[in-house]
């Protein structure tokens, strides 16, 4: 059974960079994309990016010039790097995997990160 | 910017059917947008039930379908369980990038 585990700082100093990975355990890393999405406390989902396994990325125009995602396929981890964060970027994240013939089908149990002085 | 546009809200009695909708601002909704749909309760993860329009996890109940409807994505739920009063989320593809439905609020009443 494949899982997923969010982990990294729960609180951010706003202008500062939020970065959280993702493990996956149970599965390969490899052929599948590996997702970021966030919800804002009583709010709707919003898709960050993912990173295909080998690399190739693909991001949320609103935030693409703030988002990083990387992949280390010898730790099964990906990672999400947001630069200059407002309050706005308190949110619950979560990571997913993706692929074509199955959706997002794995999800993690997601983190929240409050962004506070 | 696209919007994805979802009912805020619908109310359906035990053992009914309900029609919940996935609009694009960019136009009709087909195939190619790969729809997918998730339901999420309080405190939980979103729980995939639908991806690529029709197809089903192997965990989906029987209850759940997806289709197009007149130009939208659909979730169909037909004899509605008090276990499926949830939110329900789609999301759509735009050529490199996603995007969710604002969330539709199902009350099971």
């Known amino acids: 059974q494949v899982q997923l585990q969010e982990s990294g700082p729960g609180l951010v100093k706003p202008s500062e960079t939020l970065s959280l990975t993702c493990t996956v355990s149970?599965?390969?890393?490899?052929?599948?994309?590996w997702s970021w999405i966030r919800q804002p406390p009583g709010k709707g989902l919003e898709w960050i990016g993912y990173i295909y396994y080998s690399g190739s990325t693909d991001y949320n125009p609103s935030l693409k010039s703030r988002s990083t995602i990387s992949v280390d396929t010898s730790k099964t981890q990906f990672s999400l790097k947001l630069r200059s964060v407002t309050a706005a970027d308190t949110a619950v994240y979560y990571c997913?995997?993706?692929?074509?013939?199955?959706?997002?089908?794995?999800w993690g149990q997601g983190t929240l990160v409050t962004v506070s002085s | 910017q696209t919007v994805v546009t979802q009912e805020p809200s619908l109310t359906v009695s035990p053992g009914g059917t309900v029609t919940l909708t996935c609009a694009s601002s960019t136009g009709s909704v087909t195939i190619g947008y790969y729809p997918n749909w998730f339901q999420q309760k309080p405190g939980q993860a979103p729980r995939p039930l639908i991806y690529?329009?029709?197809n089903k996890h192997s965990w989906t109940p029987a209850r759940f379908s997806g289709s197009l409807l007149g130009g939208k994505a659909a979730l169909t739920l037909s004899g509605v369980q008090p276990e499926d009063e949830a939110e329900y989320y789609c999301l759509l593809y735009y050529g490199g990038a996603w995007v969710f439905g604002g969330g539709t609020k199902l009350t099971v009443l």
């Open positions: 149970g599965g390969s890393i490899s052929s599948y994309y």
């Open positions: 690529s329009t029709t």
């Open positions: 997913a995997r993706f692929r074509w013939a199955g959706g997002h089908d794995y």
